[in-house]
């Protein structure tokens, strides 16, 4: 008898389970990420997110504060403020990948404040903006690097700019037509993982 429990344990510890290696490993599976959004100085802003993941809800959280003239002025109309974004995200995974891999749907509120050089004014205006978005994309990470690609929309409202460009997002303005209560964003961010 004790020679058939003892066989019994050692048949179960060499399952076909303990042969494979898990794809979530505790050494590469990392929870937080610091990320840059691609060309964001470009536009005239420099944004930098925080994200951090809650794998047992497959879910995760992201802070992005944008710093309003830490870039290149396109408009030429000396933005000065910044832009603070919520985003959280629900992946749509199975239960092998990692806790920020992968393609999700993301509510995010928004909001941006800046002056700037107003064009037709000649006076120094003001953009004071809010949002809520729905966006989905798709998160990549190969070791401890991190890819994040987005495109979304929803609701904007408050005092627009005249360019219709509010360091994190878009108002409606193509096509000669101009809503200003439409908002887009996309957008790709590099990061890190830790």
Avoid at 38 to 62: D, H, M, N, V
Avoid at 76 to 94: A, Q, V
Avoid at 96 to 123: C, Q
Avoid at 138 to 164: C, H, I, M
Wanted: charged share 20%.
């Amino acid at each position: 008898m004790k020679k058939l429990l003892l066989a019994l344990i050692v048949f179960l510890q060499l399952s076909p389970n303990a042969f494979s290696r898990p794809v979530r490993d505790v050494e590469d599976d990392y929870l937080n990420s610091i990320k840059i959004t691609f060309l964001s100085w470009i536009s005239g802003s420099t944004k930098l997110s925080y994200e951090r993941a809650f794998p047992s809800w497959k879910q995760s959280g992201e802070i992005c504060a944008s710093f309003i003239s830490a870039g290149y002025d396109k408009y030429h109309n000396h933005p000065m403020g910044f832009t603070l974004r919520y985003g959280h995200k629900f992946f749509i995974k199975g239960k092998d990948t990692k806790s920020l891999m992968g393609f999700y749907l993301r509510p995010e509120i928004m909001y941006s404040y800046y002056h700037y050089d107003g064009k037709s004014t000649g006076t120094r205006d003001l953009a004071d903006m809010g949002a809520l978005l729905g966006t989905i994309g798709y998160q990549y990470v190969y070791k401890r690097f991190l890819a994040d690609f987005w495109v979304g929309g929803g609701y904007a409202a408050g005092t627009p700019s005249e360019t219709n460009y509010h360091h994190g997002f878009e108002l409606w303005h193509w096509f000669g037509k101009e809503y200003r209560h439409i908002a887009m964003s996309f957008s790709i961010r590099l990061g890190l993982c830790f």
